[in-house]
């Protein structure tokens, strides 16, 4: 008897506590700052929203400090932190949410993102783009605000075509910089971080709940093994314990004592009416509980989802189809814009860049001042008609006197001048000649040397030094003055018609092997830029000799002759006209005393022109092709023996000379050329081999790579 009355003291004590906690039950503690969500938008709720931003945007009028990186580094932390946690939990046996293993599962790739973000995120680089001056986002980039928001309201769901009729319909009122066009991928990659960062703060929460609810459950299910009339003392202990009467924690501890012990049954019985009395039933919270968790795991499915899709997007494709400077920019009168290759056109658009940054106008405005310019430009010079000629050639000085004349801005800065002086180049390299010289004279001094030996040792000190102060100036100005790519045409679809092109390869005929070694590479350069319009030639002579014929002479021809034809025959069975060997005779030469093929590699080259235009056909001992195809060549692309010639290099190189602005022009008064280019001389590297194969090699031989 005595023994009920204690239990049923312990059953009023338990009620008052019932009574005090039933009023704190919440559906979800607030945990840190909320998840990136909104109501969810289609694609036309999307772009109404775009628009909408555009016009409640409100810019700084000055740069604000950069704090983007600073949040990266602090959203790597706690997802750091949370990877640590849910790792424990999963060792310790502990239950995680769904969204818990989709982090886990995938921490891989949030790591690289976040690796990728900070690299493509240079310190103040943010403050380069126009930030908001009033907002939640105040004080950050307005496209992170933009970001943000496809975030919010697409549930961490991204894809190109929510992206472009945002970015649209946005741009419909206020354009974008360029700048910010190229900033959208890493802003989308920052926010996606930032929101895994605060669904990490919730599955933390959850997942802390999981566990705190396990160890009661254990703890229970010892006391009502070993002694289970004390279960109700640790019920109290629960009541006393200010536990989080979650969702999460409910629904745990329920699932944890539901078909276990009949002892456990006082224990469910006091939780149900602990959550009555906070107006809900346990079945509802459960199946809140089991809604937020789903609702969670979709966002952060989402989420990294999102991030996939940012690293498979033709970022390239997105930023060229949303930019009204590009837009703008394909109005060339010339037609030429549209049919450059991507670098060539974003060369082009930094230079509008720099041009509005210095004349204090928007990049759309000098984009439509360069192409009023080539639309009023005299039609008889095709180059003043095309809007690179306003951009990076002669007429950039006419469109910063047109930027200026439109606007009452005072230009900020310009450009430092394309061309420098020959007297800039030259005297520094004198100056430094002058100083070694005089250097090595005054260590000279009181030397009794005889004045021949004296003059002999300045003029060879002269040469030295002035090669030393060579090298010093060139490397001086490769740091002061950077290099400027050369503009070209997209030839991806391949060589047109107009711009056919040969590769030749001069050398000599010395005997079999080298005939074979000779062939094979050609045909290593030919399956490497594989092109109807590129053709390929051995360009040879014989090797010196004391008479003009050996008796080695002819076969040695007809070897080249033969495994020539047997590439024609595998590759152009039925034009004849992919591979030639060009073979000249020897020639008597008086100085030499000898004979031998006519001023040798550069007389070979010129018997080629000659060839190419048509004549000179005599200079030839024999030619194995169909030399009539050679007709309509326009560039010839020359290679030493051990030169390489990469993956579609050789389209890369016509590509450049055929672009309007490189093209030679010819002075035929002054027989010069005055304008463009006629030789190019790509930069030739060392391969691997190559690197090591002397000391002179490894010391003066540019760095090899794969």
């Not at 050789?650 to 022009?665: D, S, V, W």
Request: positive net charge.
């Amino acid at each position: 008897m005595a023994h009920a009355w204690i239990i049923f003291g312990r059953w009023l004590r338990l009620r008052r506590l019932l009574g005090r906690w039933g009023r704190a039950v919440t559906s979800r503690a607030a945990v840190g700052e909320p998840p990136l969500r909104a109501r969810l938008f289609n694609v036309e709720q999307m772009e109404l929203h775009g628009e909408a931003l555009a016009h409640a945007h409100q810019l700084h009028i000055h740069r604000t400090p950069d704090r983007l990186l600073a949040r990266l580094d602090d959203n790597e932390a706690v997802l750091a932190n949370a990877r640590r946690s849910l790792t424990a939990m999963v060792r310790d046996q502990v239950r995680i949410t769904p969204a818990g293993d989709w982090l886990l599962d995938n921490y891989y790739l949030i790591e690289e993102q976040i690796r990728t973000a900070r690299l493509h995120l240079p310190t103040n680089y943010s403050r380069e783009l126009p930030s908001l001056a009033s907002g939640v986002s105040a004080g950050l980039p307005r496209v992170f605000d933009l970001a943000t928001e496809a975030i919010k309201h697409g549930d961490g769901r991204v894809d190109a075509q929510t992206m472009s009729r945002l970015i649209a319909a946005y741009q419909a009122v206020t354009p974008l910089k360029l700048g910010e066009l190229w900033a959208i991928p890493i802003m989308l990659r920052l926010a996606l971080i930032e929101n895994l960062r605060r669904m990490s703060g919730l599955i933390m929460q959850d997942s802390a709940d999981y566990r705190l609810a396990a160890e009661w459950v254990a703890r229970l299910e010892d006391v009502a093994e070993r002694d289970p009339k004390s279960v109700v003392l640790v019920v109290a202990d629960m009541a006393r314990s200010k536990l989080p009467l979650t969702g999460a924690f409910v629904s745990e501890l329920m699932r944890g004592l539901h078909g276990r012990s009949a002892a456990l049954a006082m224990p469910m019985s006091w939780i149900e009416q602990w959550v009555a009395h906070g107006g809900h039933g346990v079945e509802q919270l459960i199946h809140a509980e089991s809604q937020q968790q789903a609702a969670d795991q979709v966002s952060i499915s989402n989420s990294i989802g999102s991030l996939r899709f940012l690293i498979n997007m033709n970022w390239r494709e997105f930023v060229e189809s949303m930019s009204v400077v590009e837009r703008t920019l394909r109005d060339d009168p010339a037609g030429i814009y549209a049919r450059m290759n991507f670098h060539t056109r974003d060369n082009y658009r930094h230079a509008v860049e720099l041009l509005a940054r210095s004349g204090g106008v928007s990049e759309v405005d000098v984009a439509r001042v360069v192409v009023g310019l080539a639309r009023r430009a005299d039609g008889s010079d095709p180059i003043v008609t095309h809007v690179g000629y306003y951009l990076i050639d002669d007429g950039l000085d006419e469109s910063r006197a047109a930027i200026a004349a439109s606007s009452a801005a005072r230009p900020k800065r310009w450009r430092r001048p394309r061309r420098i002086s020959l007297w800039a180049y030259l005297l520094p390299i004198a100056l430094l000649d002058a100083l070694f010289v005089a250097g090595l004279m005054s260590q000279m001094h009181g030397v009794e040397l005889p004045q021949p030996v004296y003059a002999s040792v300045v003029a060879l000190a002269i040469i030295v030094f002035g090669e030393l102060g060579i090298a010093l100036v060139n490397w001086a100005a490769t740091i002061v003055i950077g290099p400027q790519a050369l503009p070209r045409l997209d030839f991806s679809g391949g060589i047109p018609t107009d711009a056919r092109t040969i590769v030749v390869v001069p050398s000599m005929l010395g005997n079999h092997a080298a005939i074979d070694a000779l062939v094979e590479a050609l045909e290593v350069r030919f399956l490497a830029n594989r092109d109807p319009n590129l053709q390929f030639a051995l360009l040879t002579d014989f090797l010196d000799a004391d008479e003009e014929n050996l008796p080695t002479d002819a076969a040695l021809v007809a070897h080249a002759a033969q495994r020539i034809d047997r590439l024609n025959e595998h590759y152009a069975p039925d034009s004849r006209d992919r591979f030639f060997l060009l073979h000249r005779p020897r020639r008597w030469n008086p100085r030499e005393g000898r004979w031998l093929g006519y001023e040798r590699k550069r007389g070979k080259l010129v018997a080629l022109n000659e060839l190419l235009r048509g004549r000179g056909r005599e200079q030839f001992l024999y030619i194995s092709g169909n030399v009539e195809s050679l007709g309509n060549i326009q560039y010839v692309i020359s290679l030493d023996t051990d030169t390489q010639l990469p993956r579609d290099a050789a389209r890369g190189l016509a590509a450049t000379l055929a672009h309007p602005l490189n093209r030679a022009r010819l002075d035929s008064r002054r027989q010069r050329v005055v304008r463009g280019y006629a030789i190019l001389q790509p930069t030739v590297g060392a391969s691997m081999s190559g690197r090591q194969a002397s000391r002179y090699a490894r010391m003066f031989g540019s760095e090899p790579g794969i």
